[in-house]
């Protein structure tokens, strides 16, 4: 018997032509994966027919996610992507090849419509979560928006910066925790926050991997603990979240970006299968 004590969160559903992804109904929990970036076409395409295969067996309903640039880069030396174009167009190729919905972020307000015709959600990134245009932008096409909760910011914040959506006629939101900046190369999670989150009416996502960076700790690129990724999504599981966020890779230790922080693809089914253990008992 699951123990009850989260606050409700309506339902919100991204109608794709993969069929429906559902977050809030408490059914089941959701998973955004996939590699940070796109290294290249091969590599995404392989990860994702992986990750469909593990999803697919165990009934976890699961949207790609990949980036098709990384605009806050700490270096300007850093990989940030093949260009837009080119990526967009890939990310296009491989969600119609593999048959899965599709997740990335913009940076911009004049990336929200050509990224709108390719992602079935929209990320709105952590340091951008409070550009007032970037949001009221994305909200206009009335796709589902995954809003990071800014380092910056506490849980209750997010409440405005929903509105800001709500206001332009997009109530479709997923509001997601990635960790709060804690003195210099450190996040923390307060897991209380999320159920402040969720207490705003929206579905509460958690990035287990994003959360365990270490911002800037190399000099020129961030750390992290990926050996964290297991505990705190494990927490946020038996807190109760409406789904889960994580970047995986084949080699961590090869990827371009955010190697450090990525859940190596081949633990991704035991790792899956820990968190629908705890879900089934102790979820909202």
């Given at each position: 018997m699951k123990t009850e004590f989260q606050p409700l969160a309506k339902t919100v559903v991204a109608k794709t032509s993969y069929g429906s992804i559902e977050w809030g109904h408490t059914k089941n929990f959701v998973l955004f994966a996939g590699p940070d970036i796109i290294e290249d076409e091969g590599m995404v395409m392989e990860t994702g027919k992986e990750i469909l295969r593990v999803t697919k067996a165990m009934g976890i309903p699961w949207v790609l996610k990949c980036s098709f640039d990384k605009a806050n880069r700490q270096s300007s030396a850093s990989f940030r992507g093949p260009g837009m174009k080119q990526a967009l167009a890939s990310l296009g190729k491989i969600k119609s090849s593999i048959g899965a919905p599709l997740l990335?972020?913009?940076?911009?307000?004049?990336?929200?419509?050509?990224?709108?015709?390719?992602?079935?959600?929209?990320?709105?990134?952590?340091?951008?979560?409070?550009?007032?245009?970037?949001?009221?932008?994305?909200?206009?096409?009335?796709?589902?928006?995954?809003?990071?909760?800014?380092?910056?910011?506490?849980?209750?914040?997010?409440?405005?910066?929903?509105?800001?959506?709500v206001t332009a006629g997009n109530d479709k939101l997923l509001l997601c925790e990635r960790g709060t900046t804690f003195g210099y190369n450190r996040l923390v999670n307060d897991m209380t926050g999320l159920v402040e989150m969720r207490r705003l009416g929206f579905p509460v996502i958690m990035d287990c991997t994003h959360s365990t960076?270490?911002?800037?700790?190399?000099?020129?690129?961030?750390?992290?603990?990926?050996?964290m990724v297991w505990p705190l999504a494990r927490a946020a599981m038996a807190v109760g979240v409406d789904g889960v966020f994580l970047e995986t890779h084949p080699n961590p230790d090869a990827a371009l970006c955010d190697g450090p922080t990525s859940l190596p693809l081949k633990d991704l089914e035991t790792f899956l299968k820990s968190l629908q253990n705890i879900f089934k008992t102790h979820s909202i």
């Open positions: 990335t972020d913009v940076h911009e307000t004049w990336q929200v419509e050509p990224t709108a015709e390719i992602a079935d959600v929209l990320q709105i990134p952590a340091f951008l979560s409070r550009q007032t245009d970037l949001l009221v932008e994305a909200a206009k096409t009335q796709k589902v928006l995954h809003i990071k909760k800014g380092q910056f910011l506490a849980p209750w914040d997010m409440k405005a910066i929903a509105n800001k959506a960076q270490l911002p800037g700790a190399t000099g020129d690129s961030s750390g992290g603990r990926r050996d």
